[in-house]
C-alpha cells in the first residue's frame, strides 16, 4: 500500500515537471518573492541592529525555520487542501471517497506540489548561514533535533492547512479562514515573539502554537531562555507537532462524515 501512495505522489510530481518553461518561471517567482522578502528583512535590522534583544542571524534563522517548515507543509498540503473547498462544491471529492483507499492520504499523495524547490534552497542555505555567522556547530544530536524540529514544525504548518480549509465541508467557501487564522497569524512569526505583549504570546502558544515552528525551537540552538513561558517549551515543538496534526487529521474525519455527495 505504500508503495502505491509512493508511485501516486511520484506521479503528480513528474507531471507538473511535464512543462519545463513553466516549471521554471514558477521557480524563478518563489526565488525572487522569497528573497524579497529576506532582503526587506535585512535592511530592517541593518536599521536596528537588534529587535527585542535578537540580533540579524538569529531572527534570519527564525525566518528559515518559517520558511522550510512552511515549504514542506506546502508541497503536501497546500496542492491538496487549497483546492478542497471546490473539489467540495464541484463534487470532484465524490471520486476520492469511492476509491479503496485512505481519502486523505490518497488526497495528498495524488497533490503533491513541486513549487517549493527553490524554497527549500533558499531555507536551508539561510539556515547554515547563519549558523555559522553565530558560531553554532551541529554535533551528532544537534543535527538530529533539527530535523525533528523541522518535521514537528511542519505539522503545525499542515495542522494549518487543514484546520482553516476542513470548515468547507459546512461553509462550502473557506478562503476567509485560511487567511485570517493561518496566513495573518503567521506574519507574527518574523519576529520573536517576545516583542509582543502577553496576549499575542499567550494566543500564539496556547491557542494557535505557530510558536513552536520557529521561536520556541531555536532558543534551543542559540542557548536562549525567555519568553513568559517555561524554557521547558524549546523541547516540545516534535510533540506539538503530532498533537495539533492528530487533531486536524481528526477535525478532518469529522469534515468527512458530513459531507454530502453532489450525486452527479
Known amino acids: 500500500m505504500i508503495g502505491l ?34 532582503l526587506m528583512l535585512m535592511v530592517l535590522l541593518q536599521k536596528f541592529q537588534t529587535i527585542g534583544g535578537w540580533s540579524i542571524y538569529e531572527i534570519l534563522l527564525l525566518y528559515a525555520f518559517d520558511v522550510l517548515s512552511y515549504s514542506i507543509a506546502g508541497t503536501f498540503c497546500m496542492g491538496a487542501f487549497g483546492k478542497l473547498p471546490g473539489m467540495i462544491r464541484q463534487g470532484e471529492l465524490d471520486g476520492i471517497l469511492t476509491k479503496p483507499v485512505n481519502p486523505f492520504v490518497y488526497l495528498v499523495s495524488t497533490k503533491i506540489s513541486a513549487g517549493y524547490t527553490s524554497n527549500y534552497i533558499i531555507a536551508l542555505g539561510i539556515i547554515i548561514f547563519s549558523l555559522r555567522k553565530l558560531g553554532i556547530v551541529l554535533d551528532g544530536f544537534r543535527s538530529v533535533w533539527l530535523v525533528l524540529d523541522i518535521i514537528g514544525a511542519s505539522l503545525i504548518q499542515m495542522a494549518g492547512f487543514m484546520i482553516t480549509t476542513v470548515p468547507a465541508f459546512w461553509l462550502y467557501k473557506s478562503d476567509g479562514l485560511y487567511q485570517l487564522f493561518y496566513k495573518n497569524f503567521t506574519e507574527f512569526l518574523k519576529y520573536p515573539i517576545s516583542i509582543y505583549n502577553v496576549g499575542v504570546q499567550t494566543l500564539l502558544t496556547f491557542i494557535l502554537p505557530y510558536a513552536f515552528i520557529n521561536y520556541y525551537p531555536v532558543q534551543y540552538f542559540l542557548n536562549k531562555e525567555e519568553g513568559r513561558f517555561a524554557s521547558c517549551f524549546m523541547f516540545l515543538t516534535p510533540i506539538v507537532g503530532i498533537v495539533v496534526f492528530w487533531g486536524a487529521y481528526l477535525f478532518w474525519l469529522r469534515g468527512l462524515r458530513a459531507y454530502h455527495s453532489t450525486g452527479s
Do not use: D, H, N, P
Open 5 to 38: 501512495y509512493t508511485a501516486f505522489a511520484r506521479i503528480s510530481f513528474l507531471t507538473q515537471l511535464e512543462y519545463r518553461g513553466q516549471y521554471f518561471m514558477r521557480m524563478v517567482s518563489k526565488i525572487l518573492g522569497w528573497s524579497t522578502g529576506f
